[in-house]
């Protein structure tokens, strides 16, 4: 039988739920007699003011504890970030890259989450099937914004074909129901040759700016084929040709829209660009970046950052050879941005090396998803510097282990050069190849990771 309330695994010592005597290992039960369903529920109950909290000890003493005027976080950590199990993928997605890896790798890989609260804790993208009217009147009535939303179509039949659920299409009417509340909420289209471009795309768009403001922008992704493909949907990689039509259908919109609205709405991706082999927009058409962790705008952020960051150094005379390795998508442009270093200071060298994604397959080009082996396999042997500079988005988050559970210290010891982790910012960039330390704490997350 589940137990009731929360467990608490950790008590900031300097807190006030510290001072309380609440410890690591006792239980919240609940806040001004109410049940905590989960972490919005716990921040809501707990924000300000005066509640009576009911905690339970290990041995089953309950205390009541009293908290008045209280204006700072109590210092409770739980047994995991949503105080909830997490709801799982009820879909069959056409495109879906979990259904791509290998077998064999870890079990949290093959997870499938499509749960709103991760939508507002981290930014994750949901289809809404999941979701009650419960839910929805849940992030109404707690004002939750913005939800981020995986539309890929509003041709209602066709997104159950696409999500392979029966009821995707009718779960589109939740759209209405935050749109009515004015809730912000943003979009995503996984864009599939042959299935929800050209004609359905320009569908999509229409349907979706119809929500403007409160559905503040679409971004368009190219689906992600890896060669783990035996027995699901024929799909087929995009062009050039076909990624300059897909690209001129939103140019299209986006003026139009512009025109009416003052925003840009509909995004494509900064993979669409490179493969249509078109410049990248300039920086005021991003709308302020708002679909940056969706690879929408961030390498033209970051050849910003870069360029900023450049501007406010002098050469300091001191000499280094290092090399950095990335993905396919981003080569030319950290190649060009580490020339740029090099101009500035004439005392650096920097090798850039492209990772070719042998492990999931030629296809996938981002370097989110390069593994410890093909990195190991292909810089083996090559002139690497004193050190070797890796993207963030290689390792899970706040570790130091790739996707294939090698460690960056197997990867040194393999290669034998120091590797240093570098942010994602410019300034972050630009510090990491000067050796310098961080002089900003500006960074984003890795988009790629977000297909995991």
């Given at each position: 039988?589940?137990?009731?309330?929360?467990?608490?695994?950790?008590?900031?010592?300097?807190?006030?739920?510290?001072?309380?005597?609440?410890?690591?290992?006792?239980?919240?039960?609940?806040?001004?007699?109410?049940?905590?369903?989960?972490?919005?529920?716990?921040?809501m109950y707990t924000a300000g003011g005066s509640f009576v909290l009911l905690v339970e000890k290990p041995d089953g003493?309950?205390?009541?504890?009293?908290?008045?005027?209280?204006?700072?976080?109590?210092?409770?950590?739980?047994?995991?970030?949503?105080?909830?199990?997490?709801?799982?993928?009820?879909?069959?997605?056409?495109?879906?890259?979990?259904?791509?890896?290998?077998?064999?790798?870890?079990?949290?890989?093959?997870?499938?989450?499509?749960?709103?609260?991760?939508?507002?804790?981290?930014?994750?993208?949901?289809?809404?099937?999941?979701?009650?009217?419960?839910?929805?009147?849940?992030?109404?009535?707690?004002?939750?914004?913005?939800?981020?939303?995986?539309?890929?179509?509003?041709?209602?039949?066709?997104?159950?074909?696409?999500?392979?659920?029966?009821?995707?299409?009718?779960?589109?009417?939740?759209?209405?129901?935050?749109?009515?509340?004015?809730?912000?909420?943003?979009?995503?289209?996984?864009?599939?040759?042959?299935?929800?471009?050209?004609?359905?795309?320009?569908?999509?768009?229409?349907?979706?700016?119809?929500?403007?403001?409160?559905?503040?922008?679409?971004?368009?992704?190219?689906?992600?084929?890896?060669?783990?493909?035996?027995?699901?949907?024929?799909?087929?990689?995009?062009?050039?040709?076909?990624?300059?039509?897909?690209?001129?259908?939103?140019?299209?919109?986006?003026?139009?829209?512009?025109?009416?609205?003052?925003?840009?709405?509909?995004?494509?991706?900064?993979?669409?660009?490179?493969l249509a082999e078109w410049e990248l927009p300039e920086e005021e058409r991003y709308d302020g970046y708002i679909q940056?962790?969706?690879?929408?705008?961030?390498?033209?952020?970051?050849?910003?950052?870069?360029?900023?960051?450049?501007?406010?150094?002098?050469?300091?005379?001191?000499?280094?050879?290092?090399?950095?390795?990335?993905?396919?998508?981003?080569?030319?442009?950290?190649?060009?941005?580490?020339?740029?270093?090099?101009?500035?200071?004439?005392?650096?060298?920097?090798?850039?090396?492209?990772?070719?994604?042998?492990?999931?397959?030629?296809?996938?080009?981002?370097?989110?998803?390069?593994?410890?082996?093909?990195?190991?396999?292909?810089?083996?042997?090559?002139?690497?510097?004193?050190?070797?500079?890796?993207?963030?988005?290689?390792?899970?988050?706040?570790?130091?282990?790739?996707?294939?559970?090698?460690?960056?210290?197997?990867?040194?010891?393999?290669?034998?050069?120091?590797?240093?982790?570098?942010?994602?910012?410019?300034?972050?960039?630009?510090?990491?190849?000067?050796n310098r330390e961080p002089t900003k704490q500006t960074s984003y997350g890795p988009y790629e990771l977000k297909e995991?």
């Open positions: 039988m589940k137990r009731r309330g929360h467990e608490i695994t950790k008590v900031d010592e300097t807190s006030l739920g510290w001072e309380m005597g609440i410890r690591a290992g006792d239980r919240l039960l609940t806040v001004d007699g109410q049940e905590v369903e989960d972490i919005f529920d716990y921040e003493e309950e205390w009541e504890l009293e908290v008045e005027d209280c204006d700072s976080d109590l210092g409770l950590s739980f047994e995991n970030g949503l105080m909830s199990e997490y709801r799982s993928c009820r879909n069959k997605c056409i495109f879906c890259f979990i259904d791509q890896m290998p077998p064999g790798m870890r079990e949290t890989l093959y997870f499938k989450d499509d749960d709103s609260r991760l939508s507002f804790l981290y930014g994750n993208y949901v289809t809404l099937t999941n979701m009650t009217d419960k839910d929805i009147d849940r992030i109404i009535r707690m004002d939750l914004a913005p939800i981020n939303i995986s539309v890929h179509t509003t041709n209602p039949e066709l997104r159950c074909k696409m999500l392979h659920n029966r009821f995707a299409g009718e779960a589109l009417q939740k759209i209405d129901r935050l749109y009515e509340a004015e809730r912000q909420m943003n979009g995503q289209i996984v864009l599939c040759k042959g299935v929800n471009d050209g004609e359905e795309l320009e569908r999509s768009i229409r349907d979706l700016s119809r929500y403007l403001p409160y559905m503040e922008s679409v971004s368009v992704v190219p689906v992600g084929l890896s060669k783990y493909r035996d027995g699901l949907y024929p799909l087929e990689p995009f062009t050039k040709e076909d990624a300059r039509k897909t690209i001129r259908i939103i140019e299209k919109w986006q003026k139009k829209l512009y025109a009416e609205y003052g925003l840009h709405f509909i995004h494509a991706s900064d993979e669409f660009y490179l940056l962790e969706n690879g929408v705008g961030m390498l033209r952020l970051l050849d910003t950052e870069v360029r900023e960051a450049l501007a406010e150094l002098e050469d300091d005379g001191k000499s280094e050879e290092v090399s950095i390795a990335t993905g396919k998508l981003a080569y030319p442009f950290i190649k060009r941005f580490a020339a740029l270093v090099e101009e500035k200071f004439s005392g650096r060298r920097v090798q850039v090396y492209e990772i070719r994604n042998d492990f999931f397959g030629e296809r996938i080009t981002v370097s989110g998803l390069i593994t410890g082996q093909d990195l190991m396999a292909q810089l083996r042997g090559k002139e690497l510097g004193s050190r070797l500079l890796l993207p963030c988005s290689m390792l899970r988050s706040d570790e130091d282990v790739f996707l294939d559970d090698v460690t960056v210290e197997e990867v040194q010891k393999t290669l034998q050069v120091p590797v240093n982790i570098v942010k994602s910012s410019g300034q972050d960039f630009v510090d990491a190849i000067l995991l």
